[in-house]
């Protein structure tokens, strides 16, 4: 009530899980846009306020939460504006300190005591959990693709990050770690936002930008500040590898950009899996 009087209106880019609108001058709102990301608000409101102090780059901290009524069925939350440039309208900024800088924060995110965190399943789309368990539609996509791709070596580097699952305790997982959900300001790593698969399990799948945005040098420079075990980043390399499969497959049911991101990725992966 103390927040009806501003103005709302809709953001310039709203995600998929949530309809996000401005609220004044320096709020938004999430609402849920379906009952599969329902879960995430109460999630996000325990959590995000715990991690935060621990670290080192902005992350959204919720101001309020709304209650479910006749016009909309699910709790919604409230947050503080985070001003900032997404990758794509910034492209002076230079991805090896943009790779340090996001490489540094998973450090710090994956040091945070995972005590009572949300565990890795359905809730989170699986991520932090294991990448097998999109094994059978993986080989499918590998299958009907047989005439554009390698088949043999896909499926090579396919299996190589599902050979082994991570063995150690759990960590925080962001679960979406992609360039939409980084903001920059002064060309530096200002603010990662939009936590909805937030969980603790396997850290690999938050690897994959390695191959979604990085270059071989910047990928580089990821990979030596975080310094993952090589099976980590096998299976984050499997976890990329997946998703650029999956909008090959059905390139017909997506947008233009997101195809050629796809392909762009399934390239990157083919060339740093050959000189790994």
């Given amino acids: 009530p103390q927040w009806s009087n501003l103005v709302i209106r809709p953001v310039e880019m709203s995600g998929w899980d949530n309809r996000t609108f401005h609220l004044g001058d320096d709020k938004l709102v999430r609402l849920p846009s379906a009952e599969n990301y329902a879960g995430q608000v109460e999630k996000e409101q325990e959590w995000l306020p715990k991690l935060a102090p621990f670290l080192p780059n902005k992350i959204p901290v919720p101001l309020g939460m709304g209650t479910p ?3 909309y ?31 540094n924060f998973l450090v710090a995110l994956q040091s945070v005591d995972p005590k009572g965190g949300p565990v890795a399943g359905p809730q989170s789309f699986y991520r932090g959990g ?31 990050g599902c050979v082994h ?24 790593l200002d603010a990662v936002i939009d936590f909805g698969q937030l969980c603790i399990g396997d850290p690999a799948c938050d690897l994959v930008i390695a191959w979604t945005l990085f270059d071989a040098e ?37 947008n233009i950009v997101e195809a050629n991101q796809a392909h762009r990725t399934f390239e990157n992966i083919l060339s740093e899996y050959g000189g790994a």
């Fill in 69 to 71: 009524n006749e016009n």
């Fill in 73 to 103: 069925p699910w709790k919604w939350s409230v947050y503080r504006w985070i001003e900032g440039k997404t990758i794509a309208s910034s492209p002076e900024v230079d991805l090896c300190v943009l790779a340090k800088d996001l490489a």
């Fill in 130 to 160: 294991s990448v097998t368990v999109y094994d059978s539609e993986t080989r499918h996509a590998i299958r009907v693709l047989n005439n554009k791709i390698n088949p043999s070596l896909v499926t090579e580097i396919w299996e190589a």
């Fill in 165 to 188: 699952t991570w063995s150690e305790e759990p960590v925080w997982v962001h679960g979406d770690i992609s360039a939409g959900n980084l903001l920059i300001n002064n060309n530096r």
């Fill in 218 to 254: 910047s990928r580089r420079v990821f990979h030596d500040t975080f310094l993952p075990d090589p099976y980590t980043w096998a299976r984050a390399r499997s976890w990329a590898l997946w998703k650029a499969l999956i909008v090959m497959l059905n390139v017909e049911q997506t």
